[in-house]
Every structure is written in C-alpha cells, then in structure tokens.
Nanobody
Framework: QVHLVESGGGLVQAGGSLRLSCAAS????????MGWYRQAPGKQRELVAS???????EYSDSVKGRFTISRDNAKNTVILQIDSLKLEDTGVYYC??????????????WGQGTQVTVSS
C-alpha cells in the first residue's frame, strides 16, 4: 500500500506565506512525478504545480512566481512553498504522486487534502 499525507494548511492573511508538505510512504519503488492540485469551492480540481523525477517543475499561470515546488527524494517528500497569497488561492490542496510500487505497479495516488484559507 501507498499513502500520501499532506500537512501545513491553515488560515493566513492575503500577502502571507504557507508551506505545504506531502510525505509518501509504503511499498514505494520509485516516484515518477509529484504534484499539487487545488480545488476551490464550487470549482474543479486543478493542477497548480508539479515536479518530475528529474526535478523539472511546471506551474499553472495563476501561481507562477508565487509558488515553488521542491522534493526530497531521500524522504519521498514534496514541498509547496506558497508566497504572496491571494484570496483566490483559497481551497483544498491535494498532493498527487505517480508512483511505482515494489510489486511493479505504477499508479496515481492522492492524499486526503489540506485546507488553505486566505483572508483579507
């Protein structure tokens, strides 16, 4: 089994910063790609940032320059540093990992989500 556990969400004022962390554990052979998705109230889940096994990062246009994704391969952890928070960044942030298990299965796994609320 594979588990992804997020932490670091909370309530923050606009202009502030947050650091989200996602730790993957279980029968992991390798991590191909990890990403952070956001689901705002009444909206579909959207990808905001991702990082592949080689360290290449991608960001949605709405977060470029404010969000930074990084990973610690030794700890199977991905970090999302969020700066200059805006009201529209409010939502549930989900960690996603495309992982290969020790049994050879490659699949997409999700964390339970962490709430980020930005206040004015």
């Amino acid at each position: 089994q594979v588990h992804l556990v997020e932490s670091g969400g909370g309530l923050v004022q606009a202009g502030g910063s947050l650091r989200l962390s996602c730790a993957a554990s279980g029968s992991i052979f390798g991590i191909n790609r990890m990403g952070w998705y956001r689901q705002a109230p009444g909206k579909q889940r959207e990808l905001v940032a991702s990082i592949n096994s080689g360290g290449r990062t991608e960001y949605s246009d709405s977060v470029k320059g404010r969000f930074t994704i990084s990973r610690d391969n030794a700890k199977n952890t991905v970090i999302l540093q969020i700066d200059s928070l805006k009201l529209e960044d409010t939502g549930v942030y989900y960690c996603n990992g495309v992982l290969t298990t020790t049994s050879g299965y490659t699949g997409s796994y999700w964390g339970q989500g962490t709430q980020v609320t930005v206040s004015s």
